[in-house]
Each structure stands twice: as structure tokens, then as C-alpha cells.
């Protein structure tokens, strides 16, 4: 059997473009886009959130991805190399959103108890608030994800996302 240079053997591109925006990569990166526009509306509005970070997130000085800390971060904390490769950003990029959320009082960097040459990023009191905050908000986003798409759908994408995710 002869096979073909690979670009011999691939199909010709179609002219109609109409996939670039309807492929399931991109369908997903702009539910997170939604998603996360409505989780940042929801801490603004929490009035139990610490007001000096939702007034940050109401100037939109706080974004989307200032959520990749709280996203990601644990409660015992996690060094910034664990930390940016959980939210699949480079360290230097995930150093930046830390350094920031330290400057708002989100965070901070203490010892690392296994390792004493080794910092972690931990959460501060305010950050905490911040965090309680931010599970009400995904809640509330989930809810009306929910209200949206039905809720068997809502059911049915959850299981297909987590069995995509592990698989």
C-alpha cells in the first residue's frame, strides 16, 4: 500500500467557514466567557463579598482572570508552579495575577511547611470572603445555565464535560 504525503492525503478545506464558530472548542470557550461575565456580575452585586474587591470587580479591574486564583487555589494553599499549571497559565503570567491579588489583600505568600526554601500562595481572611463569595456567584451562574438550557441538558452537559475531562 502507497501512502501519500500528508498534504496529499488530507482533505481539501471547505470554503464555508460557518465551523469556525460553531466547533465545540470554540462553543466552550465562549460558555466559559458567559459563564465567568456572570460569576463576576454576582460577586459585584454579593453583598456579603468585601466590598473593596467588588467595587474592583465593578470597574472591571478584577476580571475573568484574576478567577483563575480562586478558581484553582485550594484552601491549604499551593505553590505558584502548582497553582498556574492547574490553571494551565505560565508561572510568570500566574506571578503577575498573584502579585496583584496580593496588593488588593486576596492572598498571600508564606513558607511552604514541606519545604522551607519554597513559598505558597494562601488565602487571607478578606480572601476568604472572597472565595465564599465566589462559590455563591458559580452557583447562581450554574442556576441560570440551568434556567437557559433546561435541566435535564444542564445534567447531560455536566456528565459529558466530566467524562470529556477524566478521559
Not at 475573568?64 to 497559565?89: E, N, S
Amino acid at each position: 500500500m502507497v501512502s501519500l504525503p500528508y498534504h496529499l492525503a488530507m482533505p481539501h478545506p471547505s470554503s464555508d467557514e460557518r465551523w469556525l464558530s460553531a466547533h465545540l472548542g470554540r462553543l466552550l470557550a465562549m460558555a466559559l466567557q458567559r459563564f465567568d461575565a456572570a460569576v463576576l456580575t454576582h460577586m459585584t452585586h454579593d453583598p456579603l463579598a468585601p466590598m473593596a474587591l467588588s467595587n474592583l470587580a465593578a470597574r472591571q479591574h478584577l476580571g475573568a482572570a484574576h478567577i483563575h486564583i480562586t478558581r484553582h487555589l485550594p484552601l491549604q494553599g499551593a505553590r505558584l508552579t502548582v497553582l498556574a499549571d492547574m490553571a494551565g497559565m505560565s508561572k510568570q503570567a500566574m506571578g503577575d495575577l498573584v502579585h496583584q491579588c496580593e496588593a488588593w489583600g486576596l492572598v498571600a505568600r508564606e513558607p511552604d511547611p514541606l519545604d522551607a526554601r519554597a513559598r505558597r500562595v494562601v488565602y487571607t481572611a478578606q480572601g476568604l470572603q472572597w472565595r465564599e463569595a465566589f462559590e455563591r456567584a458559580v452557583q447562581h451562574a450554574q442556576g441560570e445555565f440551568a434556567a437557559a438550557v433546561g435541566a435535564d441538558v444542564a445534567t447531560v452537559a455536566r456528565l459529558g464535560l466530566e467524562a470529556y475531562v477524566q478521559g
